[in-house]
């Protein structure tokens, strides 16, 4: 078996630069035009950003989404990141918990005592959770207290891994029998390769309630692979490392379908947040711009992001008449081209 530690050793150095990122693709939030009020009838302080993620309250429509665990950085990063959650009142997600379960390593996946009022995201790939048994995945839930366990799909990424996973079948089957087992919600995230609305319909009807997005656009974790395992994956990762629907059209397909929807893949300001809900979002996460802000700065600096990235929603929802997250997912917005093209179906683009 491939050394998970080092593997999630190599994504960390990778995503704490800018080498990562999708080259011709973004996550279409520029094609999201928010119309402005000019007399909005609102005091900005007063505003109310409140929202909920996983059933659990927060004071933003904001996850520190997940990106690492399993390492000695990654008890740092992720305790001092959740102390930011907790701080703030918004949700924190681990990275991969397939350390924890595989090889027993808690590094990074033990934070409740510092972030005891915000809903903690559990995260562990489809691949996992199918071949773990049901006592696995109970044992893992409470040894982390997560609120939710978000099981993450990554075809793509996998594919071009040196050693990874190439057999997807019993998925759907998974998801299932963890919204049987689990009494906490069953998030499907994508990572980096967004969601369309075919596989959310799916998702909903074998009783999935929670979605994130995880589009194109943000972190392309096809090029961290295609990185990492250089010459081994490198003409089939260089062809793949744009594939994927941006975050913004995802967000988009996922209208209609019953499902909370958690936009993640390339958000970069309280303002594409605020797209984001407008889109019909319930929140939005951010990975990798927390981990370079710790990278800068520690604690400190990823703090001072978070109040920025509040602050920055506050005021879209200002210049919008929003007094709230209700109205805001009602806000009037106009699409461009590129992303009207995705429309609520399977084409476009």
């Not at 989404?65 to 305790?79: F, P, V, Y």
């Not at 044992?139 to 990424?157: F, K, S």
């Not at 939005?284 to 370079?292: E, I, N, V």
Request: aromatic residues 4%; hydrophobic residues 45%; glycine residues 12%.
């Amino acid at each position: 078996m491939p050394d998970i530690r080092s593997r999630k050793a190599a994504h960390l150095d990778l995503c704490a630069t800018d080498q990562v990122g999708f080259r011709t693709k973004t996550p279409l939030f520029e094609q999201v035009q928010l119309i402005h009020d000019a007399l909005p009838e609102l005091d900005l302080p007063a505003i109310d950003t409140r929202s909920v993620v996983c059933d659990r309250p927060v004071a933003a429509p904001l996850i520190i989404a997940g990106m690492t665990g399993g390492l000695d950085r990654a008890e740092a990063i992720n305790r001092d990141l959740a102390r930011v959650a907790q701080q703030l009142g918004l949700g924190f997600g681990f990275g991969s918990m397939r350390p924890l379960l595989e090889q027993g390593v808690q590094l990074g996946y033990r934070v409740r005592d510092i972030a005891p009022d915000v809903p903690l995201l559990g995260n562990l790939g489809v691949v996992q959770a199918r071949d773990a048994s049901d006592q696995q995945i109970v044992d893992l839930i409470g040894l982390t207290e997560v609120d939710a366990l978000a099981v993450h799909l990554n075809p793509a990424q996998e594919v071009v891994q040196a050693g990874g996973d190439t057999d997807f079948r019993g998925g759907l089957d998974t998801y299932q029998r963890l919204v049987q087992l689990l009494d906490i919600p069953v998030l499907a995230k994508e990572t980096g390769c967004g969601l369309s609305r075919s596989v959310a319909e799916r998702l909903a009807a074998v009783g999935v309630r929670w979605v994130d997005t995880g589009g194109a656009g943000g972190t392309s974790w096809v090029g961290v692979e295609t990185l990492r395992a250089r010459a081994a994956t490198q003409r089939l990762g260089e062809l793949y490392w744009d594939w994927g629907i941006p975050t913004a059209a995802s967000v988009l397909q996922l209208s209609g379908t019953g499902l909370r929807v958690i936009a993640t893949g390339g958000v970069s300001s309280g303002l594409d947040i605020a797209k984001a809900v407008a889109l019909g979002a319930d929140a939005a996460g951010m990975a990798r711009p927390f981990l370079q802000a710790w990278n800068h700065g520690g604690f400190d600096a990823a703090l001072a992001l978070g109040e920025e990235l509040v602050n920055e929603l506050r005021v879209a929802m200002l210049l919008t008449g929003s007094a709230d997250v209700a109205a805001l997912k009602r806000a009037p917005r106009r699409l461009g081209p590129q992303l009207q093209g995705w429309g609520t179906g399977e084409g476009g683009g």
